[in-house]
């Protein structure tokens, strides 16, 4: 048999072409009689449309315009709620809303003519926030501005209040944030009158273009094709909103007969796509004298912006993880998703958890300072263990041990000493250090039912040339995708790693496996993956061609001699959910995910309480996420999310002017750099127990969730000043302190 690949650092499948610039982005397509398009947008936040004028001075017969009236098909982004149009006919609800599409060959003329359209805007009164939307007044969606609303109940809330010895109360805050993958959105589409419409581009989710493609235009499955382009990042900002891009390449191409190339610059990106949801988090917690927790009173409100893309799902995921890694008897969440005049939000890298967990992670530092115990006891007082339930009563399995999770933490970031070091050093010391831990949890997979009604359907091929493909529409763009999955078949065919490779996402030749999010590739897609995998074996075994005990080069010659006795050898697995799984979608009860991965998080800062700023020095995250399928790969993802979570907790603040992202470019938003990044420990409890291939689990969403409360708590550590948001801004963390001071 041929050495296992799972658990090795193999070489990228895609690496080579990228290290070569041999791979062909979006941007460097060229096609024949190619054009450029490009976007006029609403600058009102809502408003009426009253007139659309075309500077009389532009050679207009020489552009292609297309306006809502051209659209063939619905004028809906096809989603969820289908509540938002490709392009504004009578109404706009955000600043940066698409009203008109134009396309030209020379992009520079393009440009100067999208700047003498002028749209006419009869403005109404705009909602642009939170508090805003819940006053409903005025009401901009539906009835009374909710998008999505869940209420969880476990036990008797309400009669817990006077059996509490603590009560401890808080309200918590997060902003937008910008997913800034390294290549911005873009689409080259082509129509043909026979074939129909083809797009190009970087995107997460192919089928999810199709569907929303195959509406738009009226076209049945066989006339609309989705092929992705290499994607230089995505974080999930390119799991919906490609939708609306391909839509308006395709539709110019289909006005035009000509290919249109549509690519954002920075500026265009920031300003017209989705971002995290802000949010809003309330929390009442009820507690015994020992510290344990009695009752857990939740009301969490996300921001959707103007139309509901992603809203529900991103609120249902939030609402799951709002009570996090403990056991309560009593518990309730109250969850809102709600509409503003702002951009519409949606998927980023999280899904709704790391805005609930901030509130609870953080909430729950408070609580133990009530209570006079240190943050680490508390917590541990209250884990969850096997066998109980969490809020939602799902009965956790035996792969939790939070306890064994946050001894090594704890050991491997030297928590307790450093508690006493820096409390001598902060008394005379302007330079504060403090040290501050989260404890989470991140299910893996679509929630509840999802992939029950998705159904994704795998595929692989032996050919002619002695290898095995892959056919699936995950896509790659940067996490590694195309690397596990290759390990994942050829060790559930025992064959070389070399031997395995993997087709490019093109709906017109691979099955529908899902979307590459929510850190379901590896865990369902992969396990798909092995199933095909042992009924291509099994093909093999009833015909003959194989033995039990067949070595790798015998397997692969049996593919051979069944490709010339039978023409082709194919095999494919479609999901089908455990047996055992319930859920009940509108209550939010049952069993939410398949597995669930652990994590603790401990993070070690400085304040300079001479210039506000706070430097992260050190960090470990230690996580159960069961079998690691490539440990460099594995350590990428946990680093990433962690510079992520840097800047969600420090730096990355969205401006809004009149609904409008005011500083939407990259000298104004301000990511962690290099040198913003601390030295990262990363250590990995492995438990075989996940439902994915060889045990493993999800993994890309998980380390997004824990930076910001363990920055901050640390923060509150090094300067005793609470905290109750992010971003925590040299400003943000001034005004605390002369708050602060103003109450003493």
């Not at 658990?7 to 979006?26: M, Q, W």
């Not at 997060?174 to 873009?186: D, F, I, K, P, S």
């Not at 890694?325 to 890298?349: D, E, L, Q």
């Not at 956790?396 to 050093?425: C, N, P, T, W």
Request: glycine letters at 10%.
């Amino acid at each position: 048999m041929n050495d296992k690949t799972i658990g090795s650092p193999v070489l990228r499948k895609e690496g080579h072409g990228k290290v070569i610039g041999e791979s062909r982005f979006v941007d460097d397509l060229v096609l024949p009689d190619l054009i450029h398009g490009a976007t006029v947008r609403s600058s009102c936040a809502r408003g009426k449309i009253v007139n659309v004028h075309f500077d009389p001075d532009v050679p207009w017969e020489e552009f292609t315009i297309v306006t809502a009236r051209d659209i063939p098909g619905e004028n809906v982004v096809s989603l969820i709620l289908d509540d938002q149009p490709y392009l504004a006919d009578k109404f706009v609800n955000h600043a940066g809303e698409p009203i008109v599409l134009l396309a030209h060959r020379d992009k520079y003329l393009l440009e100067d003519a999208r700047r003498r359209v002028r749209v006419e805007i009869e403005p109404l009164t705009p909602v642009l926030s939170i508090p805003e939307s819940l006053k409903q007044d005025p009401i901009v969606w539906g009835k009374d501005n909710v998008l999505k609303t869940y209420t969880v109940n476990k036990g008797d809330i309400d009669a817990i209040w006077n059996q509490a010895e603590v009560v401890v109360e808080g309200e918590y805050r997060t902003g937008a944030q910008e997913q800034l993958y390294l290549e911005t959105n873009g689409m080259v589409a082509v129509f043909d009158s026979i074939e129909g419409v083809t797009v190009l581009g970087s995107l997460q989710c192919p089928y999810y273009v199709h569907k929303a493609l195959k509406r738009l235009f009226g076209f049945p499955d066989e006339k609309i094709r989705v092929i992705q382009t290499e994607t230089g990042g995505g974080f999930g900002g390119k799991e919906e909103y490609p939708s609306m891009i391909a839509g308006h390449a395709a539709l110019l191409a289909w006005k035009s007969g000509r290919p249109v190339k549509l690519v954002y610059d920075r500026t265009e990106d920031m300003l017209a796509t989705t971002k995290r949801h802000p949010s809003c988090t309330k929390h009442r917690t009820a507690l015994g004298k020992d510290g344990s927790l009695l009752g857990m009173e939740i009301d969490f409100v996300i921001d959707g912006g103007a139309y509901a893309t992603l809203s529900p799902v991103v609120l249902a995921r939030g609402t799951i993880h709002a009570a996090g890694v403990y056991h309560c008897p009593n518990i309730r969440i109250r969850s809102r998703a709600v509409a503003t005049n702002t951009p519409p939000n949606g998927a980023f890298r999280g899904f709704g958890a790391p805005q609930s967990i901030f509130a609870l992670e953080r909430h729950f530092d408070r609580v133990a300072h009530a209570l006079g115990l240190p943050p680490d006891e508390f917590r541990r007082r209250n884990f969850i263990h096997s066998g109980q339930s969490l809020a939602i009563g799902q009965r956790v399995g035996g792969d939790v041990d939070l306890d064994q999770l946050l001894d090594r933490a704890i050991e491997l970031s030297d928590y307790h000493a450093k508690r006493e070091r820096f409390a001598a050093h902060n008394r005379s010391s302007r330079a504060k250090k403090g040290i501050g831990l989260s404890v989470y949890m991140h299910g893996a997979g679509f929630t509840g039912k999802g992939e029950d009604l998705l159904r994704s359907v795998v595929e692989l091929e032996a050919t002619r040339e002695g290898q095995i493909s892959i056919r699936v529409a995950s896509t790659e763009f940067g996490q590694g995708t195309n690397t596990i999955l290759c390990q994942i078949a050829a060790d559930a065919l025992g064959i070389d790693y070399q031997k395995v490779d993997i087709s490019q996402p093109d709906t017109a030749k691979v099955p529908n496996s899902g979307p590459t999010v929510a850190s379901r590739t590896c865990m369902i897609v992969g396990r798909l993956i092995e199933n095909a995998a042992q009924k291509m074996k099994e093909i093999l075994l009833k015909d003959g061609l194989l033995r039990d005990d067949s070595g790798p080069d015998e397997f692969l010659s049996a593919c051979q001699q069944y490709i010339m006795r039978r023409g082709s050898l194919r095999s494919e697995s479609q999901y089908t959910p455990p047996a055992e799984f319930s859920w009940d979608e509108e209550c939010c009860h049952g069993d939410a995910y398949e597995a669930y991965a652990w994590a603790v998080h401990v993070a070690e800062v400085t304040v300079d309480l001479d210039t506000y700023e706070t430097k992260v020095d050190d960090y470990v995250a230690v996580q159960e996420v069961g079998k690691v399928i490539h440990p460099v790969l594995a350590e990428g993802q946990i680093e990433g999310g962690i510079a992520q979570g840097i800047g969600f907790a420090l730096s990355e603040n969205v401006f809004w002017r009149d609904g409008q992202m005011a500083n939407p470019r990259l000298s104004d938003y301000f990511i962690p750099t290099a040198v913003d990044i601390p030295t990262i420990k990363i250590h990995f409890e492995e438990k075989l127990s996940g439902r994915g291939p060889s045990g493993a689990k999800g993994i890309g969403e998980l380390p997004i969730d824990g930076p910001a409360p363990a920055i901050v708590n640390a923060i509150e550590n090094a300067t005793g000043i609470q905290l109750f948001h992010v971003p925590v801004t040299p400003e943000s963390l001034l005004a605390a302190i002369e708050t602060e001071a103003a109450r003493d």
